[in-house]
């Protein structure tokens, strides 16, 4: 779906911001592409979308040269929902819908009104201006802008900004539910809870370069120092024991009266970016 092959990318002749990455996005995949503010993602983002010309390198979307594919058939096969909600706030959520679905082909077009009660819109608000709404109900508006032309391909730039925890919740269910239909999903963050509950696979970005490419899965289990706690108790005193999680096997042979809880002691997705990059995410 998405194949890049030594990407540059400079914003003047003394900044280059891109420094001849690589990466493939396959067909139905959630791909995840992480990193600081700063660090890339979004200039990345805005070249395969075409928001930005001029890149070195080969880019291709849809088995063709992004050079070359820049035309009505590309833009209605794609969704994206920008970091910062691209809307009319004067027009209402709904005639802003309206407006934007006006430039596909009528048998593309889903129901406004449906995607809306999806994403859990507030009904009293549908016919309200945006600039009346709250930062969670203009990325319900943008999320729905990317999904009413049922796109083969959705660019998502941090799409649970703005959202309170269970409006996080109902997104990442959203997105599943797309990747589930066939939808291809490059998903831009630097959230790595959405990354790691989403992604099949992940890239981390920092500095223009590509440290790593591989899913949250092996990236964890191969940057865990395999150990186990063991909270327990004996004699009525609560303790705790770090044990390696191969001495398991032969069952818990301290002594003890009460296992209380056992954890391993796996890195989170942002503790294996820090030791790739040397860098948070903040």
Do not use: W
């Not at 590509?210 to 899965?217: C, F, H, M």
């Amino acid at each position: 779906m998405i194949e890049v092959k030594d990407l540059t990318f400079s914003y003047g002749k003394s900044k280059q911001t891109l420094h001849g990455i690589d990466f493939t996005v396959e067909k139905g995949e959630i791909f995840g592409f992480l990193g600081p503010n700063g660090s890339g993602k979004s200039t990345t983002q805005k070249i395969l979308t075409g928001i930005l010309k001029g890149h070195g390198g080969d880019v291709g979307l849809f088995g063709k040269d992004i050079t070359k594919s820049y035309n009505q058939e590309f833009y209605q096969n794609i969704g994206v929902l920008f970091e910062y909600p691209y809307l009319y706030a004067n027009l209402s959520g709904l005639d802003n819908l309206n407006y934007f679905i006006s430039f596909y082909p009528k048998e593309q077009r889903q129901d406004i009104e449906v995607i809306l009660e999806r994403l859990e819109f507030k009904k009293d608000y549908i016919k309200k201006p945006v600039s009346s709404y709250s930062k969670g109900m203009r990325q319900r508006v943008s999320m729905a802008r990317a999904l009413m032309t049922s796109p083969k391909l959705l660019f998502l730039d941090e799409p649970t900004s703005g959202l309170d925890p269970a409006g996080a919740v109902l997104f990442r269910n959203i997105i599943e539910e797309e990747r589930k239909k066939g939808t291809t999903v490059f998903l831009t963050t630097h959230n790595m809870l959405d990354a790691d509950l989403l992604c099949d696979r992940v890239a981390f970005i920092v500095n223009g370069s590509i440290a790593v490419v591989d899913t949250p899965k092996n990236l964890k289990e191969e940057n865990s120092n395999q150990k186990i706690v063991i909270d327990y108790m004996l004699k009525d005193k609560r303790e705790k024991k770090i044990i390696k999680a191969c001495e398991l096997t032969q069952g818990i042979l301290f002594p003890h009266d009460e296992i209380v809880s056992i954890h391993s002691q796996e890195p989170s997705l942002e503790d294996v970016f820090i030791q790739y990059t040397g860098r948070g995410l903040s």
